[in-house]
């Protein structure tokens, strides 16, 4: 397998203000790290591909102006949820991607706003 | 129609039995196939993937893929407890991106 950490793990804030959410691939060199948000009881639903050194790619539907995304090096990804509100509390979870493909995720960023 | 389709569940099997896990995809470009555990509040955990027509087993799990009929299925042998858990499949979608079932929940019952 591979390790993945995201921080901080959970997340309080208040309506308005942005949250930063970091994730690393510690044991291997990611050129690709994916963003999801999963609601209760549903799917993963991908939010982002994240490529070092270039724009994110981002899914239909997704506000890229809300939802920032930085891949800065091979080994960080961040996203960052601008004027959070709370229909933006969720599960946030990255994956880090090997060349072959497979994807590991990290475990995981619940935010809530207040 | 949904890229990868899985049946919702709950699928409820008894301990040390075989639980059977499928899974079927619309795209016929997809070359490799993932399953992923979720435990309730938890962040998926990768399994097994395959990429070949057949069976790989690993352990008390056997993946196995179909690629004329478009199939793919997880076959958890002894089933325990501990295997209660959400199973999503996953198919690879272009260069990395991946696309997943809604997943299929799993109780293994003492």
């Known amino acids: 397998g591979a390790v993945v950490s995201q921080h901080p793990s959970w997340v309080i804030c208040k309506s308005g203000t942005s949250v930063k959410i970091e994730c690393r691939s510690l044991?291997?060199?990611?050129?690709?790290m994916f963003w999801y948000r999963q609601f209760p009881k549903q799917s993963l639903m991908l939010m982002a591909t994240?490529?070092?050194?270039?724009?994110?790619?981002?899914e239909q539907g997704v506000e890229k102006d809300k939802f920032l995304i930085n891949h800065a090096s091979l080994t960080l990804s961040t996203l960052t949820v601008t004027s959070a509100h709370p229909e933006d509390s969720s599960f946030y979870i990255c994956?880090?991607?090997?060349?072959?493909?497979?994807?590991?995720f990290g475990p995981g960023t619940r935010l809530l706003v207040l | 129609q949904k890229e990868v389709e899985q049946n919702s569940g709950p699928l409820s099997v008894p301990e040390g039995a075989i639980a059977s896990l499928n899974c079927t995809y619309s795209?016929?470009?997809?070359?490799?196939f993932f399953w992923y555990r979720q435990y309730s509040g938890k962040s998926p955990e990768l399994i097994m993937f395959?990429?070949?027509?057949g069976d790989k087993e690993d352990g008390r799990f056997t993946a196995q893929l179909n690629k004329a009929s478009q199939y793919v299925s997880l076959l958890i042998r002894d089933s325990q407890p501990s295997d209660s858990a959400t199973y999503l499949c996953?198919?690879?979608?272009?260069?990395?991106?991946?696309?997943f079932g809604q997943g299929t929940r799993l109780t293994i019952n003492p």
């Open positions: 994956s880090a991607s090997r060349p072959a493909g497979t994807q590991y």
């Open positions: 044991d291997f060199q990611a050129t690709t």
């Open positions: 994240s490529n070092e050194g270039s724009k994110a790619t981002y």
């Open positions: 795209d016929r470009g997809s070359q490799s």
């Open positions: 395959i990429y070949s027509n």
């Open positions: 996953a198919g690879h979608q272009g260069a990395q991106k991946l696309v």
